[in-house]
């Protein structure tokens, strides 16, 4: 239970990093290579972190967290490359950030099928922020645009997008009980 509460409010928090990360990306297009670089080395350590935390949670769908080992150890991996060659794979960030927000999104997809299956009534909004995070992520990766403002744009948008599709799944699929409160109120009928 405790392990399920960390994973949960670690989705949210990283959704809030997303969503800080986007804004300053669109807002402040002169920010350092190097800060960056070692922004995004944390940044993809703590996501995978929270990934493996919550694969290893009780979770009762099973539908935010069943790809997250995996995923996981690769941002891990991918977060200490980017800490320990910095500068060097500059120009490969932001494409790099394409293909995880197009991965993420693709494994939404699948998230929403199943929580269809599941019966979660939000299953619709998660497949739809799912395919407008996927929509980033290609334009991400394919840069259509020329300019450099639309460009931070555009980067900006996938990760409020991204964070906008973390913070939606974890919320509407993982579901915490409290055990000692069900069985306080099963208590409360019998001795009634």
């Known amino acids: 239970m405790k392990r399920l509460r960390m994973a949960r409010d670690g989705y949210i928090l990283i959704s809030f990093i997303f969503y800080i990360s986007g804004i300053i990306y669109m807002i402040l297009p002169s920010v ?31 539908l935010a967290f069943q790809h997250d080992l995996a995923c996981g150890v690769f941002l891990i991996v991918v977060g200490v490359i980017t800490l320990g060659c910095n500068l060097r794979i500059q120009s490969y960030l932001t494409p790099a950030l394409g293909l995880l927000i197009l991965l993420d999104a693709v494994l939404k997809l699948q998230t929403s099928k199943d929580a269809k299956v599941f019966g979660v009534k939000t299953w619709n909004e998660i497949l739809t922020v799912s395919i407008i995070a996927g929509i980033f992520g290609i334009l991400i990766i394919v840069k259509p645009f020329r300019g450099i403002r639309v460009t931070h744009i555009i980067n900006g948008c996938g990760l409020l997008a991204e964070g906008i599709m973390n913070h939606l799944t974890v919320k509407e699929t993982v579901k915490i009980t409290n055990k000692n409160a069900l069985s306080d109120e099963n208590e409360n009928d019998t001795n009634e």
């Open 32 to 62: 350092s290579p190097m800060v960056v670089c070692i922004c995004s080395g944390i940044i993809l350590i703590a996501y995978g972190i929270v990934k493996i935390i919550g694969y290893c949670s009780e979770d009762l769908y099973n």
